[in-house]
């Protein structure tokens, strides 16, 4: 359940008044006092979700055939291919060594390859040895890069200390403004703002003092992809304002109808700079290996530079099996088509079932169902409690506990991975325990 607001914690959360900042009061913030380090364990969401469901005893739950259904991580099922096995084998010896932080020659070219098939960039503008970083997964990769640009020294202007992240939204990139000492802004990503964080609208002196800000398109957790204009504006903005953008794309090749645009497709529209950006990609969505933890970063130079460094003190590294399979899973494009078709008949399945409750709509890309059920902490516990379905309630995306207005607080997040029978059961049981919302 949520904990009580401390005293200190609420007095920063706190939002300004429109006088005070020139916004609207919708957008106004929650920071702009000194960043403060938080403990994880008041926002990260399944620690949340572990001490809600924690009075509820296990075996109480009556979920129809016995057995509890988790919707609430995002575990793709779908079994990665035969080859890997055989990359992964190939040279044992290979797992004797460490790896090269900036990777292989081999694996830095198929990411490079994959970018430019993916977003039809122009070849050759994208250097291997230059625009690249292996990751274990985009989490490493866009928790880093908060402490990379943190730690800047003489490059970083002191007074810049904001991250801008879509409330709601994955919840490493509070996790890394906390640990980073940075000051997190939660900008609403909210059916008002077509379920995208409108960075525009926000106070000049946000804009101002931001050190960068995270943006995932498709987005977990409603699906919501950036079009191009709108990766324009943002890039534009960031650039104009001084702060980087932290594209957050692992998402990337999960949609139902057409590629979402990517971040870098916007960057050659405005000219060819990469200054300030990053992108980040993984292999956990679409290849379905989230547990081969491999993934890149790709994008300024400068950036990568830094990123790298704290890698290589505090990062795992991609050790070279993993990096020979990732070579072969960026080039794979038909593994990535037969997931998409499994996506889009679980996304059949659930409309069928949901179309015309909790505002459901088909989303853009990801895995995902944002539901709107009035309640969703309480919907959550009733839906384990009487069905054994375990969801995310929607707050727990959005921020940590004391924060006000918090944008996901009728919402829960339900993870569409099973088989389609699972997953209709599953459902169909959801509807009959909520009805008509909470
Ligand atoms: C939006 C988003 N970004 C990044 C990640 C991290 O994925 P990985 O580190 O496996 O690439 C996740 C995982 O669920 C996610 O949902």
């Given amino acids: 359940m949520s904990t009580a607001p401390d005293r200190a914690a609420s007095a920063e959360l706190q939002p300004l008044n429109e006088a005070q900042t020139g916004a609207p009061q919708s957008l106004v913030l929650p920071h702009q006092g000194p960043a403060r380090r938080r403990d994880p364990r008041d926002f990260h969401p399944f620690l949340r979700l572990n001490a809600l469901l924690a009075d509820i005893p296990p075996g109480s739950s009556p979920a129809p055939d016995g057995k509890p259904i988790n919707l609430s991580v995002g575990d793709p099922q779908i079994a990665p291919p035969a080859y890997l096995l055989e990359d992964l084998t190939a040279d044992l010896g290979a797992w004797g060594r460490y790896p090269p932080p900036r990777g292989t020659n081999d694996h830095a070219e198929a990411c490079v390859a994959y970018l430019e098939r993916r977003y039809n960039l122009p070849a050759g503008w994208l250097d291997p040895a230059q625009h690249v970083l292996p990751v274990p997964g985009s989490r490493e990769g866009l928790f880093f890069a908060a402490l990379a640009l943190a730690t800047a020294g003489a490059d970083r202007e002191p007074e810049r200390n904001a991250v801008l992240l879509p409330s709601p939204g994955y919840h490493c990139y509070m996790g ?19 379920f995208l964080p409108d960075l525009a609208a926000l106070p000049a002196h946000t804009l ?150 909790y505002g459901y709509s088909r989303p853009s890309g990801g895995f995902f169902l944002w539901l709107d059920v009035g309640d969703g902490e309480a919907a959550a516990r009733k839906l384990w409690a009487e069905a054994g379905l375990r969801v995310l309630p929607g707050a727990y ?42």
């Fill in 176 to 194: 890394a403004a906390a640990v980073a000492g940075l000051a997190p802004v939660f900008v609403p990503a909210t059916a008002e703002s077509n």
């Fill in 208 to 357: 101002g003092t931001s050190l960068l800000a995270y943006l995932c398109s498709p987005s977990n957790p409603q699906g919501t992809a950036l079009d191009l204009e709108g990766w324009r504006a943002t890039l534009h903005l960031a650039r104009a304002c001084g702060f980087a953008l932290m594209a957050d794309e692992c998402y990337a090749d999960v949609y139902l109808d057409s590629p979402p645009t990517g971040a870098l497709e916007a960057a050659v529209a405005e000219g060819g700079s990469l200054d300030g950006l990053l992108v980040f990609h993984s292999l956990s969505k679409r290849a379905s290996a989230a547990g081969l933890r491999c993934g890149f970063i790709a994008g300024d130079p400068a950036l990568i530079e830094r990123v790298d460094a704290c890698l290589r003190i505090g990062g795992a590294g991609v050790p070279l099996p993993i990096q020979r399979a990732g070579t072969r899973l960026w080039r794979d494009e038909a593994l990535p088509e037969t997931s998409r078709a499994y996506y889009r008949d679980l996304f059949a399945r659930a409309e069928r079932i949901l179309a015309g409750r």
């Fill in 397 to 438: 995306m959005a921020g940590p506990a004391d924060l006000p207005d918090n944008a996901g607080a009728r919402y829960i997040r339900v993870a569409l991975v099973y088989d389609g029978e699972t997953t209709e059961r599953a459902l169909a049981r959801l509807v009959e325990v909520l009805g008509d919302g909470l």
